[in-house]
């Protein structure tokens, strides 16, 4: 018997007076990551005080999407199999914990992104720390009523949080204008796998300085008593709290000065203990990645901290700020590069405003020195009209700047970020996105992984993603495509059973499975999607499209609270279900499916599953993705376009064994000042027909007249935007007739999956393993 099972049988004694048979879902889920935790006690312990002690990099990011841990920490240590035969034996089973909370600490690919370069860190025995907040409650759970978005509480710590660690010795004070707050740490092993190099993520818990008012308690002024533990646990309460309000904005810049200010404070408490005061060797030790613009509030706290707390002069602290933070853009959208107002961040940490103008007036000097006409330099100063421009103070003060992949980092230097480019060109690097495929294949593709490895002779492709490519001999393998063919059958077959169990919907594995799943977003173009479904449902019913490969579309997307349009586009792709859902000659062909609550442990099941990966975001609008990699790690095509990491998909697979459609980022370029979709409405049915199905009754809204508002949102455009800003209409045609040419190819399984073949043999570039390095090399000098 291993000694995770001996010590789970204890634990479970001592603390339940239950044998293991007898243990809930959650219960089993905590003896047995404590017992693995003992394990790696002392690998962590010696890892965290190699790391801190030397030189380290720390990974600043206000989502960290870490999904469950008790599978992908047993698999880390290849004892997933072991373990789970043990307790077979003793009446009960890994498979149990389906029940167990994901940790649903971010919203989409940002979030999973820190996890996946944290995995990636530990693997290759790098020293990085990540740095996030601890929120009581995730994202949110997603329900559908009615084909609506509802919102419900996620309280993922309801059963406990064995995997973390409350360190209250290490405990810190944020001061904001009007209250302190204590920051106390919590943390969670990231396990290397093949090593015993743990890393570390750090997530801070806000709690008032005291507990309650005794005295206020004592009158009975209940509410009172407790009302400055409400309003100091709040800030760690939700992520990305509603900020349609100035006291949500407040609240949101709460959220990211709380973690910058404890992490830094953190940071350099154990810079003191390691080298002591002498500050001139910081950043031979330290070097902060900012993910996003989020804690890029950092930037004044540290100079603050420095100054303040350590002596040193304002010059001195900045010169050594230049030298430790970089900063990682995620986005080329205006409305995602965060804003400011300056009375806003006085109203919160008035600490940091004369830090900040002090900084725009460094940059100021800078500028009247490099030649930039004064137009120009206008157009990037940190404070313009009042408001601080999060982007750009981190530019300006960032050792290194980055893009996730080569078409974004080409969007930002000539576009979005240009005047800094020409300013700061050395500045500037890509670093192409990329995911573990610890997580991303061997844990959630046994089967697949089981076959490469049978065929490399070796499970080294599990550390070295670039072995794949050895696999491409193989293609024309009838012998191995088949094999292949069966191990995508039997993940179809999982996934079918999975969505019945979960959303009580029955799907047909043995159709093409064509799945859709991120962000609900109108630039990631979920729209677009469905109208093309709807169109097929037309020409199937009409019967001018005939000999349809049947197929399941599945769609994975939560829609931000606020973001009444993005939960009109859930609300439209579950009345199309329906549609075909009762129309019997259609439903023979399509069949669509919302699942609903979307998240890290659904995607390891539906990304096994796909045939096709849907990646159709306007050219020029996602940053990267790390879908698509999932995706095609495991074995589907992309259907998409030329934007994000698709590229560089196409570039490493071949675009004769993916489906690429709609126009380039030149084109649109070219095309945006003259663009008007009413001009596509009028001279293509097919548009016009989609589209005023959405106002002539064939689709029920249930009277909140959203879908009126998308029609008007496509012609006639809003107060804020364009008519169909993001092109849909311009794309259709060819989004269609693509969409119709992936089916036919999926008659041919041979030919189709020998594509999806060569897609998963080509994936070895989309490794997090070789981001990282880059990130060693290039940035963290690690």
């Known amino acids: 018997m291993s000694k995770i099972i001996k010590d789970a049988k204890i634990i479970s004694k001592a603390k339940y007076q239950k044998d293991l048979s007898e243990l809930q879902h959650f219960e089993l889920h905590d003896v047995i990551s404590a017992a693995f935790l003992s394990t790696i006690a002392d690998n962590w312990k010696k890892s965290k005080e190699r790391h801190i002690s030397g030189r380290c990099a720390y990974y600043f990011s206000a989502e960290f999407l870490v999904g469950r841990l008790v599978f992908n920490n047993l698999a880390a240590k290849e004892l997933l199999n072991d373990v789970e035969n043990e307790l077979k034996e003793l009446g009960t089973s890994l498979d149990i914990l389906e029940g167990t909370e994901d940790a649903a600490l971010g919203n989409g690919g940002l979030g999973r ?41 996620d309280d993922w710590t309801r059963y406990g949080d064995p995997w973390s660690s409350r360190h209250e010795d290490e405990a810190v004070r944020v001061d904001f204008k009007g209250m302190s707050v204590r920051a106390v740490p919590y ?36 509410d009172k ?25 407040k609240l949101r810049l709460k959220q990211q000065y709380f973690f910058s200010s404890a992490s830094l404070q953190d940071i350099i408490r154990n810079y003191k203990k390691y080298h002591g005061t002498d500050f001139t060797q910081f950043a031979d030790f330290v070097t902060v990645q900012l993910n996003d613009t989020h804690p890029v509030i950092s930037i004044p706290e540290l100079i603050r901290l420095l100054t303040e707390n350590e002596g040193l002069d304002f010059d001195a602290a900045f010169d050594i700020a230049k030298n430790v933070f970089n900063y990682t853009n995620h986005t080329v959208m205006q409305e995602a590069l965060e804003k400011w107002d300056l009375k806003i961040i006085r109203d919160t940490v008035p600490q940091v405003v004369d830090i900040i103008k002090k900084l725009d007036k460094k940059l100021k000097k800078e500028l009247a020195k490099t ?28 050792k290194y700047v980055n893009g996730v992949a080569e078409i974004h980092t080409e969007i930002l230097k000539n576009s979005v ?61 009838k012998a191995v495509i088949e094999r292949f063919a069966k191990i995508k059958q039997e993940k179809k077959n999982q996934l079918a059973r999975f969505i019945n169990t979960k959303d009580g919907i029955s799907v047909n594995p043995d159709t093409v499975f064509d799945i859709q799943i991120k962000r609900l977003h109108e630039y990631k173009r979920q729209l677009l999607n469905i109208l093309a479904i709807l169109e097929l449902y037309f020409e199937i019913k009409e019967g001018t499209l005939t000999d349809f490969t049947p197929t399941t579309f599945i769609f994975g997307a939560k829609s931000a609270p606020g973001y009444a349009r993005a939960k009109g586009i859930i609300k439209l792709i579950n009345e199309v279900a329906k549609l075909i859902e009762k129309d019997d000659k259609v439903s023979k062909y399509i069949k669509v499916v919302f699942i609903k609550d979307y998240n890290v442990s659904y995607a390891e099941k539906l990304v096994a ?29 992309t259907l998409g376009t030329f934007d994000g990491a698709n590229i560089e998909i196409v570039r490493e697979a071949g675009e004769e064994n993916n489906y690429i459609f709609g126009a380039t980022v030149e084109k649109i370029e070219d095309i945006k000042d003259r663009y008007n ?106």
């Not at 599953?609 to 095509?637: C, F, H, P, R, Y």
């Not at 029609?711 to 169909?724: M, R, V």
């Not at 259709?732 to 041919?748: A, G």
Request: proline share 2%; with cysteine.
């Open 113 to 153: 992104l820190a996890a996946c370069f944290l995995d990636s860190a530990a693997t290759l025995n790098k020293p990085l720390m990540g740095y996030g907040i601890r929120y009581k409650y995730g994202l949110f759970k997603q329900e559908i009523s009615d084909g609506f978005q509802i919102e419900q509480v």
């Open 187 to 222: 943390d969670m092993p990231v396990v290397g796998f093949r090593t015993d190099n743990v890393g570390t993520l750090r997530l801070w818990q806000s709690e008032a300085l005291e507990p309650f008012d005794f005295e206020m308690f004592n009158e009975q002024k209940y």
């Open 225 to 249: 008593s407790v009302s400055l533990k409400n309003r100091a646990e709040d800030i760690s309460r939700v992520l990305y709290p509603n900020d349609d309000t100035n006291e949500g904005k």
């Open 371 to 398: 030649g930039l006409s004064k137009s120009d330099a206008e157009k990037i100063y940190i404070i313009q009209d009042k408001r601080v421009h999060m982007a750009y103070l981190a530019v300006f003060c960032s």
């Open 417 to 477: 970020l240009k005047s800094w480019y020409e300013v700061y060109p050395e500045k500037f690097q890509n670093k192409t996105n990329g995911i573990t495929q610890r997580r991303w294949l061997y844990l959630c593709n046994p089967e697949l992984a089981a076959l490469i490895t049978e065929l490399l002779g070796t499970d080294s492709w599990i550390k070295n993603l670039d072995k794949l490519h050895n696999l491409t001999k193989f293609a024309d393998d």
């Open 609 to 637: 599953a796909a045939d096709v990966s849907e990646q159709i975001s306007t050219a020029g609008t996602e940053a990267s993705g790390t879908g698509n990699m999932k995706l095609m790690l495991n074995g589907a095509v």
């Open 677 to 782: 979709p009413k001009e596509y409405y009028e001279k293509d049915k097919r548009i016009k027909r989609v589209l005023d199905s959405l106002i002539d009754g064939t689709l029920n809204d249930g009277n909140t007249k959203i879908f009126k508002e998308l029609y008007t949102s496509l012609l006639e455009g809003a107060s804020w935007h364009e008519p169909d800003h993001y092109f849909l209409l311009l794309d259709f045609d060819d989004y269609v007739k693509t969409k119709i040419r992936v089916n036919n190819d999926c008659k041919d399984k041979t030919a189709f999956y020998r594509k999806c073949w060569l897609n998963m043999c080509n994936a070895g570039k989309f490794s997090s393993d070789r981001t990282i390095k880059e990130y060693c090399k290039d940035i963290w000098h690690i």
